[in-house]
């Protein structure tokens, strides 16, 4: 079943079945018959998107654009499947995850040795590759037309070192991938969105993604799109929250280096950062308690401990 829901200006966010509800996103642009999607979800997301395609009377030949963000599984693990299935569409990446699109099995073999085999095919199944032809990579600053409206693409490493940010004119809004964070609506108050910094394995780099935050802001946008998740408003608060909180990590970060062997770095990390959030969490005034709220954060708050452990080792090779 499709979960889908139009924000307005043309565009739809659907949820892609990863792991749980509302965990990840990708959207549905249309205008004057074009069709882009931004971001693919994994294999199980594929079908889903036909099957919002067909609701909304959209032939799959109007899709002009398929734009993951970056090439984390996520984002772009569905991405071989679904242009297999559009042979007339372009796949937009940026120059560094091109020949991950073309030639997949370096990704797959690394997400396999982190997940086991048999998880990884229940949860991506096996990555297919795109036909060069059909892969688009674009530079900082390139526009691309869809329809009447310009879609204008951003390097944004921090993240990721293959990671743009889409800004769409209509919208006045930034599709973000995972650049400005991560905003879970079960998390959402009347005190607004509760966002964090996304600091994944394995190119997490602060000062890169700070500015690629503040670049973003610089724009003025109204909103951003989120793939984790959907639209928030009163993005230069909460880019202010997001630079503290990158701070505020590397910090911790540095604490643990400092007091903690080695060996014990990585679940040292994970309990602070857990207890940090918890904290700020606990002056959200959520409506759910306190375990709910962590099962909520608790696979990103671990993900992003190990992204900031290898970031301390790189720190302490060089």
Not at 91 to 106: E, F, N, Y
Not at 278 to 300: F, G, P
């Amino acid at each position: 079943m499709v979960k889908a829901e139009y924000l307005g200006w043309g565009i739809h966010v659907l949820d892609t079945a990863y792991q749980r509800e509302h965990m990840a996103a990708c959207y549905v642009m249309e205008q004057d018959g074009e069709v882009a999607i931004i971001e693919t979800g994994t294999k199980d997301t594929v079908p889903l998107i036909f099957a919002f395609l067909e609701q909304h009377n959209l032939p799959s030949s109007a899709i002009k654009y398929v734009m993951p963000t970056h090439v984390h599984l996520d984002h772009a693990g569905g991405a071989g499947l679904l242009m297999q299935a559009l042979p007339h569409a372009q796949l937009v990446v940026h120059p560094q995850g091109a020949r991950h699109m073309i030639d997949p099995s370096k990704l797959q073999a690394g997400a396999t040795a982190v997940y086991g085999e048999a998880m990884f095919q229940s949860v991506y199944g096996d990555l297919l590759p795109i036909d060069p032809a059909q892969v688009m990579s674009v530079e900082d600053g390139q526009t691309l037309k869809l329809g009447s409206r310009t879609l204008t693409f951003l390097d944004t490493p921090g993240h990721a070192r293959h990671h743009y940010c889409v800004f769409d004119d209509v919208s006045e809004g930034f599709f973000t991938g995972d650049t400005f964070g991560l905003a879970y609506q079960e998390l959402t108050t009347h005190n607004g969105p509760f966002i964090f910094p996304t600091t994944t394995p394995v190119q997490f780099d602060p000062e890169a993604l700070k500015a690629s935050i503040k670049r973003l802001l610089s724009y003025e946008p109204k909103r951003m799109f989120l793939t984790h998740y959907s639209m928030v408003e009163n993005p230069q608060e909460l880019g202010k929250r997001l630079l503290y909180l990158v701070d505020e990590f590397v910090r911790i970060a540095l604490e643990v280096q400092e007091q903690v062997p080695v060996d014990q770095w990585l679940n040292e990390l994970n309990g602070r950062l857990l207890r940090y959030l918890m904290n700020d969490l606990s002056q959200h005034e959520t409506t759910l308690s306190s375990a709910e709220y962590a099962q909520v954060i608790a696979s990103d708050v671990l993900l992003n401990a190990q992204g900031i452990e290898v970031w301390l080792h790189k720190n302490q090779a060089a």
